[in-house]
């Protein structure tokens, strides 16, 4: 079993940055990928941005070059650090380890 702890969410106006942070817990193998969904009200949940167990990234078109996935192998941790935010970022962002595990959620708000 695999538990996840997602922080650093919150409310921030256009333009500003968050960094989401997910500490993972339990049997976990570094070779196994991590990364970042959101859904926002009314909409399916969507792939943010996902790092294999070797470092690779992936990023959904609407965040490349603002959002940065990275990974910290010996705390367990994965991060999102998200720039020149939008009011469409707006949405609760979990992290997941190998699409098998969910953290509970951190809200994400984004002001015009």
């Known amino acids: 079993q695999v538990q996840l702890v997602e922080s650093g969410g919150g409310l921030v106006q256009a333009g500003g940055s968050l960094r989401l942070s997910c500490a993972a817990s339990?049997?976990?193998?570094?070779?196994?990928?991590m990364g970042w969904y959101r859904q926002a009200p009314g909409k399916q949940r969507e792939l943010v941005a996902r790092?294999?167990?070797?470092?690779?990234?992936d990023y959904a078109d609407e965040v490349k070059g603002r959002f940065t996935i990275s990974r910290d192998y010996a705390k367990n941790t994965v991060y999102l650090q998200m720039n020149s935010l939008k009011p469409e970022d707006t949405a609760v962002y979990f992290c997941?380890?190998?699409?098998?595990?969910w953290g509970q959620g951190t809200q994400v708000t984004v002001s015009s």
């Open positions: 339990g049997k976990i193998f570094s070779l196994n990928g």
């Open positions: 997941t380890y190998n699409q098998l595990s």
């Open positions: 790092i294999t167990g070797r470092g690779s990234t």
